[in-house]
């Protein structure tokens, strides 16, 4: 696991702000009309895909949402094939086919982010008895999110999963809002954490917006599920940073809330980690500036990328 | 052999081939299953192969496909056709298009086998034939044999496919009996096979009706009527040519359905010879279906509601002209 030394905060913070320029980026190409359709940033969510993943081993797989952008980066996608796959293009991972809510990859070991809320749990679940079933160590993160929770397949994945003893670590972000629902008007429970013992398996909440904490929180979940123990649910509580969507502003979100969270920024909170270990300025900046060399690239990456042929695909499709 | 004998076959050969396939289901572990097509691969293979579930089928299939895109080789019972409805969002927006939204990188190589049709009188929510629902989503197979071989030879090649296949098998043919190959048979899926062969007129059926067009085919002959029965076996992908051949040849087509005529396969088939075989068409086409109703309880009604074999003369012989009318 990664060490929470120097070396491994910042890595964790150049993830971190890689997730956060990339949103900001994307929402820019957004407004230029390079990308279209649905686009459901991250901003302030970072801590959790960036703790979780961090715990985690090349080979352990990651199940994602429509918010998935985060998850994505933190697993090892390349930002560049990312854009080019937001602006739909044939050089992005599924090829102009799938877009922002539907990026995967077999050697990353994304199964997927999700258009359906709740879509891909019961698929972690499916992973995890392939592990099972293959004697493997892996672990499954099946992030999902508080409005999911409200769906029967979050309960159905959940309880197979127990019953099982499946691999899988459930990291439920919990941005309190479902699209604009709030989820005291969604939940009768406080914590929904507190659901996790309905499936008799270990639940806690954590804040999530501090990826050392996530990260910390990832330690038992993770030796149980390796051990053949079974699954748990870390709830992560944070905020968006701006509405369900980018074409959503988001006016239903508490002001004064909304503020409180952003003086708790992800981003903030770990770079205040970074100079508590000693980490100076100058190498944080040199971080930030590698991160925008990237984001420069990526946006030249999907500008340049070819578009998908027509040709080809009506050819593919005709013959089915 | 018998039929659900035959899909256990096909179930224990390929189990004993490829580590990778597993069985999972409600009750298909030490009771067989309720049509006992499990019947014993638990004590062969272990409950770690043969997994009983709960009442819990978009879990379950969802975790089947989970487990497929992560390299196994899932076989799914669901109980009853009607039931899959539970988990209609794990079928129609997560196995049947991961293929093609990763970009073609991910698989779903799953078989949801179930079944589905009147004749036990179960009532609305345990007779339907759903398979429209199914055939009409892109990314999708559909398979629903009609005899012992080929429900072997099917649901062979359907475990061996990398695509999601959904498996129908009819509560009526559990129980008939049929020779069936012995050791490895696989049959290609989007042949169809032609059951009967005639010269006046194409009968086209799949799953349980099938039987009943053999059986008109049979008091039609009688009346000097040559009948072309063709099982399509497999409705995606379909053996068009199959077809379009058979009517060439006929003149005539025929399309028997058990499942309600609004919107079913045998509308598409109608169309898809009205488009490319127009000219070699000598009367309207017929389809014969099920009534568009909920399928009733009383056995009587039960049997009103779908076609019977004396409905399919009717549709044949009004296709000749024989008589005027026909089950509308």
């Known amino acids: 696991m990664t060490v929470t030394d120097a070396l491994g905060l910042l890595a964790m913070y150049e993830t971190a702000a890689t997730i956060r320029r990339f949103e900001q980026r994307a929402i820019e190409q957004y407004r230029l009309g390079n990308i279209r359709g649905y686009l459901h940033p991250y901003l302030g969510e970072e801590a959790i895909a960036v703790g979780a993943i961090a715990a985690l081993e090349p080979d352990d797989y990651i199940v994602s949402t429509h918010r998935g952008h985060g998850h994505a980066i933190a697993k090892g996608h390349d930002p560049r094939r990312m854009m080019a796959e937001l602006f739909g293009k044939e050089d992005g991972y599924c090829r102009g086919r799938g877009g922002s809510m539907h990026v995967a990859s077999r050697s990353i070991r994304n199964l997927g982010a999700n258009g359906i809320v709740g879509g891909g749990l019961a698929i972690a679940a499916g992973a995890g008895m392939a592990i099972k079933q293959r004697g493997g160590t892996e672990v499954v993160v099946a992030f999902c999110s508080d409005g999911s929770t409200a769906n029967g397949i979050w309960h159905e994945a959940m309880n197979l999963s127990a019953i099982w003893d499946l691999p899988v670590i459930f990291v439920l972000e919990n941005n309190q809002y479902a699209v604009s629902t709030p989820i005291r008007d969604s939940a009768r429970v406080d914590r929904l954490s507190d659901r996790a013992a309905a499936y008799g398996m270990p639940g806690v909440t954590v804040d999530g917006n501090d990826a050392v904490v996530v990260l910390e929180a990832m330690t038992e979940p993770l030796r149980k599920a390796r051990a053949g123990e079974g699954p748990s649910l870390i709830e992560c509580m944070t905020f968006r940073h701006g509405g369900h969507h980018v074409n959503d502003p988001g006016l239903y979100l508490p002001q004064d809330e909304l503020r409180r969270w952003k003086e708790r920024d992800p981003l903030i909170v770990l770079r205040a980690r970074l100079t508590e270990a000693g980490v100076r300025d100058a190498a944080i900046a040199a971080v930030d500036e590698r991160v925008e060399q990237v984001m420069d690239e990526a946006v030249d990456v999907a500008n340049a990328s070819p578009n998908p042929s027509v040709e080809a695909f009506l050819a593919e499709v005709s013959s089915q | ?328």
């Not at chain 2, 030490?30 to 009442?55: F, H, M, N, Q």
């Not at chain 2, 929510?125 to 080929?150: C, F, I, N, R, W």
């Not at chain 2, 000598?282 to 909920?294: E, F, L, S």
Request: hydrophobic letters at 45%; proline letters at 4%; charged letters at 25%.
């Open chain 2, 1 to 328: 052999m018998k039929y659900r004998e035959a899909l256990r076959a096909a179930l224990d050969e390929e189990m004993g081939r490829d580590e990778r396939v597993f069985c999972l289901g409600e009750g298909i572990g030490e009771r067989g299953g309720s049509y006992k097509v499990t019947e014993g691969l638990i004590t062969k293979y272990g409950a770690g192969r043969v997994i009983d579930t709960p009442l819990s089928e978009a879990g379950f299939v969802g975790l089947g496909v989970g487990a497929a895109i992560a390299g196994r080789r899932p076989v799914v019972e669901i109980l009853f056709v009607d039931f899959l409805l539970l988990a209609m969002d794990q079928v129609i927006n997560q196995a049947a298009k991961y293929h093609f939204m990763s970009g073609g990188e991910g698989t779903v190589p799953m078989v949801i086998r179930t079944q589905g049709g009147t004749g036990n009188s179960l009532a609305g929510q345990h007779s339907q034939s759903l398979e429209a629902l199914y055939y009409h989503v892109p990314g999708l197979k559909v398979v629903m044999p009609a005899t012992p071989a080929d429900a072997k030879g099917l649901l062979t090649a359907a475990i061996r496919d990398e695509d999601p296949v959904i498996f129908i098998e009819h509560k009526l043919l559990y129980m008939t009996d049929g020779e069936v190959p012995d050791g490895e048979y696989v049959i290609p899926l989007g042949r169809a096979d032609i059951k009967r062969s005639g010269s006046d007129v194409t009968l086209v059926a799949w799953s349980h009706m099938v039987l009943k067009s053999l059986r008109a085919a049979e008091i039609l002959a009688a009346e000097g009527i040559s009948v072309e029965v063709i099982d399509l076996r497999t409705l995606v992908p379909m053996d068009v040519d199959s077809i379009l051949d058979s009517v060439r040849k006929t003149g005539r087509l025929v399309i028997a359905q058990e499942a309600v005529k609004r919107g079913g396969v045998a509308s598409d088939v109608a169309a898809i010879v009205a488009e490319r075989a127009f000219d070699a068409l000598r009367a309207p086409i017929i389809r014969v279906a099920g009534y568009n109703t909920t399928i009733p309880f009383n056995l009587a009604l039960e049997k009103a509601s779908v076609p019977q074999v004396d409905d399919i003369v009717a549709g044949v012989r009004t296709a000749v002209g024989a008589t005027a009318s026909a089950r509308s």
